[in-house]
């Protein structure tokens, strides 16, 4: 699997990029997604991601985490991109009593269940999605 990671907010360094494309490898192997499959993360400020998500979701605030599936047909599957804003990140760690790491995975784990096709609107599917949410970070506790 490509799993390209981009900081735009030049905060995370190689190692920790590295560590979460293996983050992010980890699940799509668990999840069986083709191994030919790409995956894009992006991490930006609070500026950028309220800017995002006012331009395709009408909501004019910052989130944590967006999700732009891919519907390109093609010899490779392009599952799409995860966008992190490191800032509500930051914010949610300190309200959840996590670390930043652990915010991070969660947002990765969740990025690419929406991806997939899972979403969080009905009951039924929000309490679908947060089981494989759980299964999917015991994958990745140790990382």
Known sequence: MKIAL???TGELDARYKALLRKIAGAVLRKLEVDKSSELS????????MRELNRSWRGIDRATDV?????DAEGPVPLLGDIVISVDTTRRH??????TFHEEIKKLIVHGILHLLGHDHKKKKEKELMR?????????VKDL
């Open 6 to 8: 981009t900081d735009e």
């Open 66 to 70: 967006l999700s732009f599936p891919q």
């Open 93 to 98: 760690a300190v309200r959840y009593g996590n």
């Open 131 to 139: 089981s494989l949410e759980d299964e999917l970070l015991q994958q």
């Open 41 to 48: 993360i992006t991490s930006i400020g609070d500026a950028g």
